[in-house]
């Protein structure tokens, strides 16, 4: 419980706290006083008068004892009739006069007697309550109560108003204190306003950034032991934009565990002030941030490298869920079905709640029932009135942990003692049977501390370690321990088996499925009715515009809507989400590369990059089960094996024969070449055109090469006879690229057009070559792959997008818009199921074919022309002469080497690990690769 251990950082001393306070009250300042108990004589009241501190705030006056066996004193401006000056008995002394006032309230509420967590005491009745100010006249005190006292008497919505102008008019009179700088060369780049985001919780500040640290000082003294919050700019590990209320005003901020201050949550006052100082803030030198996109974290999943319970909360973050904030806590799914067995089978799948359906949906009567009256209804319709995250729903399960916060959110209270979290097989069936809708939290899963936390234990939120009073039951029993299912033995064990069948192979299997409606596209609009997964529309973000609401007590009105009703998270994934990857290819190594060479491809350090995951060893193997054969990489290095000036003009297309033992090349000096790896020469030069030639592609089981000319033809050269044998004029513009797959040949060409051909070359007859279908498109084709077999064809356009065709029904299945620019290659996995791309924007996609989700992306920040990879490795070729290594395993950029004086225009592999690469200065470049040996894993 991230929230309860940063609470601890704070003055452990101190029993005030904000959480004594409404939710979202704001704390102004304080004042040392005597507090004269009411019922006395001047004289007795004088003489047992109680030292303490007056703390003003925005719905309250606080009084706040230095004796701890008296109770903190709570007055709300609503129940106070009066504020004056008092002029009678002995308090009419000099040394009193100017000093001394008296509110006249009608009910006092006691909280913290004796520093017990309790419900609070609410003590009515009109009485006169005295206090004399110790260091301060009244002049300093009394006309803020009296507007906070006016402020009271108005509309919900007003008051906020008022109070709001108030707090700006306050903050514009405050300076930031430069002497708290820790170095006196730091510069201002920027300071403005903004409050501080704890749950429950809203603590209005100065924010400064300066060209080493980040400063956030209170316009209170909550914390006198840290009056201005600290954070050096290089401990910065994660800034993310956040939603608050449904508005873009968030930024959270996250460094290590190990730091005074590990994460800060900051709301602007509008998103343009936000976004600014996100810019800043990005633009810092010294700023050195980790993390991995989403896209990268999706492969990860896929390929097991990172557990359920992580990818969740990684997507509960790029939702906007946040322990910082209870109107957006991280949601996590009911897996389970079975709350009365003794024992907890993880084989069968009638123990598993249906993940494909919300909690409304899973009883089939109920979910007609809903239906019914969602005909019926007027728009906006919904289905569940009650949503699955709440503040109050993240309470109930956390009562017993954070019995402070619970008071907070129930004005002083505890909830009625039979509608606590008093057992999960109960809640469970009131979530198949009754109105709850309900979902858990990530604490029920959470095997681990968060960060470093003496004492924590897994399941302590189930468990009544404080000896908290919570009530009787109608039944007769004290609240007092969660009831566990029969399988749990005590709460460790409950979380220990709960976070086994998380990460179960049903749960793995079916999760996408509640992803889907969650973080992804069965959220809202058309899947989502189908999905019955429609909630009120206060939860929806874009629902409403509280910016446009004029009327503030409408707008006050909304605002505490959104916050009782929950909020849907940010739409993570706009089409299916992809399912995990059962075992994964590693047919081809990972490649290193050696020191420099005079005269050839420059090697260079690999920028910084992620720690490699539990699965990969220091030597880079796959971990795998004990017992089984995995592959190991040696440590050997990749080393340029030749480097050959082959051609006069831009080499646009290398490919090695089936066998290797060849490799063919084509420029746009209209010349294709044989050359001989093994005797490292060239073998035979032809021309064929006299344009320049755009690809070159060996045919199996031929001795064909079929050759791509910017003259709009396709040539078929036979290297057994030394000439082209066959040519077609194949479109109306230059051929781009070509394809071979299951025996057709698919080109494609700058007309927008892919054509697929049949080919056949009986021995000693004239090869024939026959169109089948053109597959149109609305810009010029660069690029084209297809699967192996043959089924299904990519195509990449000159304006960014991916085309999907179906060879049966040659009907385009998918199209997505993937790169900012042209879509430079295209290349699918040996599976079929995933489809790698290079383009303009410098960026290599990753794309799930199934669904067209990106599951991984890099950045080179240049145009990458050229593309291979073999599902765990990928070579990208750059416009300015680089080639680039990343290891999709580890997302590690593992080299970057300066190959050629201009583009990467091509880069090829052959079965026998050499690595080829053609640029625009005319050269091909041959390396080796590292080797790999079968080992047994003890």
């Given at each position: 419980m991230a929230f309860l251990e940063a609470a601890e950082h704070g003055n452990r001393r101190e029993r005030f706290s904000l959480l004594l306070l409404e939710p979202n009250e704001i704390y102004f300042e304080d004042f040392s006083a005597f507090y004269f108990i009411p019922g006395k004589s001047d004289e007795d009241a004088i003489r047992k008068r109680i030292r303490g501190r007056i703390k003003l705030c925005s719905h309250s006056v606080i009084f706040d004892p230095q004796n701890v066996d008296y109770p903190i004193l709570k007055f709300p401006f609503k129940e106070i009739n009066k504020i004056e000056e008092s002029h009678l008995g002995d308090f009419s002394r000099s040394e009193y006069r100017g000093h001394t006032f008296f509110m006249e309230v009608q009910q006092?509420?006691?909280?913290?007697?004796?520093?017990?967590i309790a419900p609070f005491v609410f003590e009515k009745g009109l009485k006169k309550h005295v206090f004399?100010?110790?260091h301060s006249r009244l002049d300093d005190c009394l006309p803020h109560m009296h507007q906070l006292k006016r402020a009271s008497t108005l509309h919900f919505g007003d008051q906020n108003s008022m109070i709001s102008a108030i707090v700006q008019s306050r903050q514009a009179r405050t300076k930031f204190d430069k002497t708290c700088f820790d170095d006196l060369y730091e510069k201002i780049i920027l300071e403005t306003q903004g409050d501080r985001i704890t749950p429950l919780v809203l603590c209005p500040g100065k924010i400064v950034l300066t060209s080493s640290r980040l400063y956030f000082q209170s316009f209170n003294n909550i914390d006198p032991a840290n009056p201005v919050w600290k954070i050096k700019l290089s401990d910065i590990k994660t800034v993310t934009k956040r939603r608050f209320l449904l508005r873009h005003v968030g930024i959270e901020i996250f460094c290590p565990q190990n730091k005074a201050l590990s994460h800060l949550y900051l709301k602007f006052a509008e998103q343009e002030m936000r976004d600014n100082f996100h810019d800043k803030l990005l633009e810092q030198p010294c700023l050195d941030l980790?993390?991995?996109?989403q896209e990268n974290m999706t492969l990860r999943w896929q390929n097991g490298l990172i557990t359920n319970y992580d990818y969740l909360m990684f997507l509960n973050s790029m939702g906007d869920r946040t322990f910082n904030d209870l109107t957006q806590y991280p949601v996590f799914p009911w897996i389970l079905d079975d709350y009365s067995s003794k024992t907890l089978d993880l084989e069968n799948p009638a123990t598993f709640r249906d993940l494909s359906k919300p909690v409304g949906a899973l009883n089939e009567s109920r979910l007609q029932v809903l239906k019914e009256r969602y005909e019926d209804m007027p728009s906006p319709r919904f289905l569940y009135g009650s949503h699955y995250s709440?503040?109050?729903f993240v309470l109930f399960y956390l009562a017993r942990a954070a019995p402070e916060y619970l008071l907070c959110l129930h004005n002083g209270r505890f909830d009625q003692p039979d509608r606590m979290f008093n057992s999960i097989p109960d809640v469970w069936r009131c979530c198949l049977t009754g109105s709850d809708y309900k979902e858990l939290i990530p604490e029920f899963f959470q095997t681990e501390p968060a960060g470093d936390h003496d004492g924590w234990e897994p399941g302590a939120f189930l468990h009544n370690s404080k000896g908290i009073n919570y009530g009787v039951?109608?039944?007769?029993?004290?609240?007092?321990?969660v009831e566990l299912p029969p399988w749990a033995k005590d709460p460790e064990d409950f979380v220990r088996q709960h976070r086994e069948a998380l990460e179960c192979d049903y749960v793995t299997e079916h999760l996408p499925d509640w992803i889907d409606l969650v973080f992804g596209y069965k959220q809202t609009g058309m899947e989502a009715e189908k999905a019955n997964n429609v909630f009120y529309y206060l939860t929806y973000e874009g629902a409403v515009d509280l910016d446009s609401i004029s009327d503030p007590n409408e707008r006050a009105s909304i605002r505490v809507q959104i916050m009782e009703f929950g909020q849907i998270p940010r739409k993570v994934f706009l089409s299916p989400h992809p399912r995990r990857f059962r075992r994964l290819s590693m047919s081809v190594p990972t490649l290193e590369l050696g020191t420099e060479h005079e005269g050839r491809p420059q090697v260079e350090e690999p920028g910084a990059s992620c720690a490699p995951c539990a699965t990969l060893d220091d030597n880079g193997a796959i971990a795998s089960d004990k017992g089984k054969t995995v592959l190991l990489r040696e440590p050997e290095k990749l080393r340029p094996f030749h480097n050959h000036s082959l051609h006069k003009e831009a080499v646009q297309d290398v490919k090695f024969s089936v066998s290797g033992d060849q490799l063919f090349s084509v420029s746009q000096d209209a010349s294709l070449k044989l050359y001989s790896p093994d005797d490292k020469k060239q073998v035979r030069s032809f021309n064929i055109s006299k344009m320049a030639l755009s690809s070159c592609l060996p045919i199996p089981?031929?001795?064909?090469?079929?050759?791509g000319c910017w003259d709009n033809y396709i040539y078929f050269y036979s290297v057994d006879y030394g000439r082209v044998v066959e040519s077609i004029m194949a479109h109306d513009d230059a051929v781009s690229g070509m394809a071979w797959r299951n025996g057709h040949l698919i080109s494609a060409s700058w007309d927008s057009t892919v054509k697929v051909w049949s080919y056949h070359q009986p021995l000693r007859a004239k090869t024939t070559v026959k169109l089948l279908v053109e597959l149109d498109h609305e810009s010029a084709v660069i690029c084209v792959d297809a699967i192996e077999?043959?089924?299904?064809?990519?195509?990449?356009?000159?304006?960014?997008?991916?085309?999907?065709?179906?060879?049966?029904?040659?009907?385009?299945?998918?199209?997505?818009l993937v790169h900012q620019g042209a879509v430079n290659a295209v290349q699918f996995s040996s599976n079929g199921k995933r489809l790698a791309s290079s383009g303009e924007d410098g960026e290599v996609v990753v794309l799930d074919v199934d669904t067209g989700t990106k599951v991984c992306t890099f950045n080179a920040q240049a145009p990458l022309k050229s593309l291979w990879w073999d599902e765990t490795t990928v070579l990208a070729g750059s416009g300015d002469g680089y080639l680039y290594m990343w290891d999709l395993l580890t997302n590690r950029l593992l080299q970057k080497i300066k190959t050629h004086q201009g583009a990467v225009n091509c880069v090829t592999t052959s079965s026998e690990e050499m690595v080829a690469t053609g640029g625009e200065d005319g050269r091909v470049v041959l390396w080796n690769t590292a080797q790999y040996v079968s080992a047994e894993v003890e």
């Open positions: 006092v509420i006691e909280m913290k007697g004796g520093s017990t004399f100010l110790n980790d993390g991995l996109g709440n503040p109050g039951r109608q039944d007769g029993r004290s609240v007092n321990h089981e031929t001795a064909t090469v079929a050759i077999d043959g089924q299904l064809i990519a195509s990449g356009t000159k304006d960014g997008f991916i085309y999907f065709w179906d060879t049966e029904s040659y009907i385009a299945v998918n199209q997505n």
